[in-house]
């Protein structure tokens, strides 16, 4: 077993074994998105700690030794990366396109935590101190960034793999403070860990590769708290795979012949997607504990992290902006992170504040069409024609997927399918109903009574329907919801023109107090699948207005507030 350790996540020592190495620079293009699943939550606004949200942490990709995390039982395995494991398994499909000397790079990433305890003078432990600079000290949680890399042949790991070593020492470092006032002592413990990658032909030309990274620390004293079981935890683990002479499938969108060796890919508190630009050979893959699309990017107007990708970096920074001078000296005292935040923030030109409010990508032409006499709330004749201005991630700092033609970012709400951007489709028009920014644009719609005709069914508000996503291009977190049956809430009209469906999980225990609160999961008509036969005589008998000239949405929007 070789040893692959990195201190303080500045360098790297990584076991290599015959064939050429990697492309350089592959894993650096992922570097800013892997940055923002490595530090995903570590603060929140208003990054103080006296603020509650920053008193309950890490809560991605957290492993923690086996023995605790299963004191009441074992893990329950899942792609969902807020659920404390003691490991993390990836698998994922690569065609080989050069057989004799394809090899297989791995970069693991996580954070080690590291206790900031202030001491004022003799030692003793104090939550906070006063130099006489004026400067505030506070005791606080801080973490440091480790990574190690593992790269093999293919033909290895095909006949048993490699295990590495991927943990990091204990520690412990010194600061006097001025004036002999006190001192800060910043401690970390051990932490114990491995991954292993292993291979399995699948067929000519396709392998599974497996990386799985498992916490093999000691566990703490029974009923040791959470915060202080952290200590021996990898935190935000996450994994970039790349190679030479391989090529990533996607799990998300995969060719129709490899949906079923996709399906059959396990992966536990972890969900993989492809990196690189869309369009691009499966080059490189991050497999992160948050859900991601394939291609995920950072905007490029985001000046820098501010370590909430759920967020708005606009709101955010005026959010900031707005903290008292009291309040400020608390963020800053708390940690350098967010003492770089507000650094940022207070000298930032106003030319860079103005990029955050938005920005175009592109401008897709749409294709002008003659008008056809259709059934009222039919989905299909289109509208006039005019150029759609595809608008930008409205969050810059969010990850999202960069496509050239819509972009989109990680939806604020977790909950799958609940805030997204729809794929559209073809909309109802008419050429006298104004345009979506004209006075009278809202006019008729009735998005509890308009109904849409699917499968020779009117859809409408009560609506019982079967989730059936497409197998192609199908949302992510969407995918979790196949099959599920749900009611229909409300038909909603974007200013793209496309229509969409609120509804309800029926076996949602808050689908009644979401419902409540306007939150729904939407999708596009063609994904339902209505439970009623035609002609049902309680289906809704409005049928849905016409929609308005297409024009593609921000992702900051969604169908509810369009609609209202």
């Known amino acids: 077993m070789a040893e692959a350790l990195a201190e303080g996540g500045t360098k ?12 350089p620079g592959v894993f650096e293009q992922l570097s800013a998105v892997a940055d923002a699943v490595l530090y995903e939550g570590y603060l929140l606004y208003p990054y103080r700690r006296s603020s509650a949200k920053n008193r309950v942490r890490w809560q991605f990709g957290v492993l923690f030794p086996r023995d605790w995390v299963e004191a009441d039982g074992p893990v329950v395995p899942g792609v969902s990366g807020s659920a404390d494991s003691w490991y993390q398994q990836t698998e994922c499909l690569v065609r080989v396109r050069q057989p004799a000397s394809a090899c297989v790079r791995v970069r693991v990433r996580y954070l080690q935590m590291q206790r900031k305890q202030v001491e004022e003078a003799g030692h003793r432990p104090v939550e906070s101190l006063h130099t006489d600079d004026g400067t505030v000290h506070l005791t606080f949680d801080e973490a440091l960034p480790r990574e190690c890399e593992i790269e093999a042949p293919l033909d290895e790991l095909l006949q048993g793999g490699r295990t590495v070593a991927v943990g990091a020492p204990a520690g412990e470092d010194i600061e006097p403070l001025p004036g002999h006032a006190g001192r800060v002592v910043r401690s970390r413990e051990e932490i114990r860990a491995e991954s292993t990658v292993t291979a399995e032909r699948l067929s000519d030309g396709l392998c599974r590769i497996r990386v799985r990274t498992t916490n093999t620390a000691p566990a703490p004293r029974p009923r040791t708290a959470r915060d202080e079981a952290l200590r021996r935890a990898l935190i935000a683990t996450h994994t970039l795979i790349g190679g030479d002479g391989v090529e990533f499938v996607s799990l998300i969108d995969p060719p129709t012949d ?17 990196g690189g630009e869309a369009g691009e050979a499966g080059r490189v893959l991050l497999s992160a504990p948050i859900i991601l699309p394939d291609h995920p990017q950072v905007a490029p107007e985001s000046p820098g992290d501010l370590h909430d990708a759920a967020e708005i970096d606009e709101i955010l920074t005026l959010r900031t902006m707005l903290l008292t001078d ?41 294709t002008p069409t003659a008008s056809a006499d259709r059934s009222p709330g039919a989905v299909g004749s289109r509208a006039p024609a005019a150029p759609a201005a595809v608008s930008a991630d409205r969050s810059p700092g969010a990850v999202g997927s960069r496509a050239p033609a819509a972009p989109a970012a990680v939806s604020a709400d977790p909950s799958p399918g609940a805030v997204r951007s729809p794929a559209p489709v073809t909309p109802t028009a008419s050429a006298d109903r104004p345009a979506w920014w004209q006075e009278g644009a809202d006019d008729g719609l009735s ?14 508000g009560g609506s019982p329907v079967r989730l059936r996503l497409r197998g192609r291009g199908a949302d992510a977190q969407d995918m979790f919801l196949a099959g599920r049956t749900a009611e229909v809430a409300a038909v909603l009209h974007d200013v793209d023109g496309s229509v969409h469906l609120a509804v309800t999980l029926d076996d949602d225990p808050a689908a009644e107090l979401n419902n409540w609160y306007g939150r729904f ?15 049902s005589p309680d289906e809704p008998s409005a049928p849905a207005p016409a929609a308005a000239p297409a024009r593609h949405t921000t992702d900051s929007e969604t169908p509810a507030a369009e609609a209202e």
């Open 12 to 23: 790297s020592a990584a076991t290599r074994g015959g064939g050429a190495g990697p492309s």
């Open 258 to 274: 490899l949906e079923a060796p996709v399906r059959a890919c396990r992966n536990e508190f972890t969900f993989p997607v492809l």
């Open 326 to 366: 009291e309040e400020k000296r608390e963020a800053r005292a708390t940690d350098p992170r967010a003492a770089a935040i507000l650094d940022r923030v207070d000298t930032m030109p106003q030319e860079v504040f103005e990029r955050l409010h938005g920005a175009v990508r592109s401008l897709t032409p749409v």
């Open 447 to 460: 998005p509890t009574t308009d109904t849409v005709l699917v499968d020779g069914v009117r859809l409408g």
């Open 521 to 535: 999961h939407y999708f596009r008509p063609d994904e339902l699948e209505p439970l009623e036969p035609a002609g």
